[in-house]
């Protein structure tokens, strides 16, 4: 599942910005139909404008309630309205995200089709200079590899000079793909806002502070920025061809 609201304010009309040519959304679908992981792909959109440049392009999309606060909350109603428990997983790759791992991707998957979790996300080693950039998700994780928090804040916080080596080794930037049992999926759809997601504006914290496991993935991938601005959108385009090269 591709989330893709059309209403987005900081770059109007998002999904259908060109990104060297072609449709952001259709971008994003192009790039998880690749990985051959699914055994659908499927826009969820709130856009009739989006349905058709998805459909024009040969894809699926459905149309969804233009209210859902997420994009969790506009996969899970396709996983309804579509009968989703049909399917193992539920894999959700957010729609501004063309240049997404396909180490993340499949690692947030294997969590719940291979380790077992209900839940599943990812998250790249990284360099201590994120940790400063609200904009930049960050992950702490148990022993076990499940999620222990996410925030915008600078975690793990450094308190002493002297652990810096620790601290550096624990770096994890977040990868907004999400897996799913459809089960969980519901229950986290049925969970009552959370406070903490509320004043961190992610929607990951309803689960964790509801109870719910979720298994991270680490990769060593390099980060590439999801699109949210003119300036990404920018730069994406002058990043398009170095990446389908290096990546084909």
Known sequence: MIPARLGATRLPRKPLRLLAGV????????????????DECVVATDSLEVRHAVERA???AVLTDENHASG??????????????RFDAVLNVQGDEPFVSAAAVRGALAQV?????ALG?????????????PDVVKVVTADDGTALYFSRAPI???????????????????????????DALARWVAL????????????QLRPLAHGMRMGV???????????????????ANSQWATFTTTES
């Open 121 to 133: 996300t990812a998250a790249l080693r990284a360099s201590p200079d994120i940790l400063p950039r």
């Open 23 to 38: 449709p952001l959304v259709v971008r994003v679908l192009e790039r998880v139909t690749a990985l051959r992981l699914a």
């Open 72 to 85: 969790t909350d506009r996969v899970a109603e396709v996983v309804r309205m579509h009968g989703g428990h």
């Open 58 to 60: 040969g894809g699926s």
């Open 192 to 203: 009552p806002v959370h406070p903490l997601e509320r004043i961190e504006r992610l929607e």
């Open 156 to 182: 793990p916080f450094l308190r002493d000079a002297s652990d810096s080596a620790e601290r550096d080794a624990r770096v994890l930037h977040h990868v907004g793909v999400y897996a799913y049992t459809p």
């Open 217 to 235: 993935a680490v990769t060593d991938d390099t980060a590439r920025s999801g699109i949210d601005t003119e300036e990404d959108l920018e730069l």
């Open 113 to 117: 089709t291979e380790q077992g979790y």
